[in-house]
């Protein structure tokens, strides 16, 4: 299963700023308008149109309310935040992208017993992150949480060493993936290396002893 590529932007105003992504495109594979997802981005609708991302030890979720035909995706790149700080209640750790996608689905229509997800990501393809299991680390709690929150899990592509392409139809709940080989990873995890890098530079507290 494939997607098509997608444009890139600065990802910076992510920690403090509205995490809703925003930056969208026209996908011709799936002759629609689509929406990109970046580390520490998520996404609701109820429009038919694309959710996509790519992804390396980062975690999206995809989930779904058959009967609402709402939908949405997150994108994060950590389970936990280290401490307890302004800066957990960010999108890019796993405790708060996972709130924050279900609330905002519940605020358009859904119902908690009628979610569905999908869920992808978790590979050990950025060293730094390898090094720390980041990848398993974000695999055990996306899987707890929806285990806890009892919602239903339709399918996974978790773990290994490969990185993901994802691309989520929202109001269908269809998925695609399609694993990156490893010569392309560089490339393609661009957003994610970059978010990382940021990360080791300029940590909100609990995040330097993770990357150091």
Same mark, same amino acid.
């Given at each position: ?12 105003? @992510? ?6 992504? @925003? /930056? ?15 580390? +520490? ?13 790519? /992804? ?15 939908? +949405? ?48 990501? +978790? ?45 989520? /139809? ?26 990382? @890098? ?15």
């Amino acid at each position: 299963m494939t997607i098509s590529a997608s444009p890139t932007r600065n990802l910076w105003e @992510k920690d403090s700023g509205d995490a809703r992504a @925003k /930056l969208r495109y026209f996908d011709r594979q799936f002759q629609r308008d689509a929406v990109k997802l970046l580390p +520490g981005e998520y996404y609701t609708t109820n429009e038919d149109v694309a959710l996509v991302t790519i /992804l390396g030890s980062c975690v999206s979720a995809c989930i779904h309310d058959p009967e609402a035909g709402v939908g +949405g995706m997150n994108h994060f790149m950590l389970p936990t935040a280290e401490v307890d700080s302004p800066s957990s209640a960010s999108a890019r750790y796993g405790s708060y992208a996972m709130e924050l996608l279900v609330n905002e689905l519940l605020k358009r229509g859904a119902r908690r017993e009628r979610l569905e997800a999908k869920i992808f990501g +978790g590979g050990q393809v950025l060293p730094s992150f390898s090094s720390h299991h980041v990848g398993a680390r974000n695999v055990v709690f996306v899987r707890n949480y929806l285990s806890t929150e009892r919602i239903f899990v339709a399918a996974e592509d978790l773990g290994d060493l490969y990185a993901r392409k994802v691309c989520f /139809l929202p109001h269908s709940g269809q998925a695609f993936m399609r694993r990156i080989e490893s010569v392309h990873a560089t490339a393609d995890l661009a957003s994610e290396s970059a978010y990382s @890098k940021r990360l080791r530079t300029r940590p909100d507290h609990g995040d330097v002893e993770l990357f150091r």
